[in-house]
């Protein structure tokens, strides 16, 4: 190799081919990296989507197991030691002492109490 233009040639063919190659492996390791957490978020989300149902089996089955007196039936109302309350006007209530307790708040915060 006594041409200095040719021993650049085979210098830079060879460092494009380095480059190549360790790009390669660095994308492949990105994609591998990529697909374990990918499974480790399905894992997760698999996870707790089970925990969250069993507890709510869980609750569930204690609160129908004899030791509540409550029962919801299909027709959308509670019943409670056997006197059937309307939901929507439950959550008005609930609706209206959540307002009610805003204002105070807001009262207190502003010291016009």
Avoid: C, W
């Avoid at 006594?2 to 081919?17: I, M, T, Y």
């Avoid at 959308?76 to 959540?98: C, F, K």
């Amino acid at each position: 190799m006594s041409n200095p233009l040719v021993q650049a040639f085979f210098v830079g063919r060879a460092a494009a081919e380095v480059i190549n190659e360790r790009m390669e492996s660095a994308f492949t390791d990105a994609l591998s990296e990529l697909g374990k957490l990918d499974a480790e978020l399905k894992e997760n989300m698999r996870s707790f989507t089970t925990e969250v149902m069993e507890r709510a089996e869980r609750s569930a089955s204690s609160y129908g197991d004899g030791t509540g007196t409550s029962t919801v039936p299909a027709t959308g109302t509670v019943e409670t030691n056997s006197e059937p309350l309307d939901l929507q006007a439950m959550i008005d209530e609930l609706r209206a002492e959540i307002a009610v307790l805003r204002t105070e708040l807001q009262r207190h915060r502003t010291g016009s109490v």
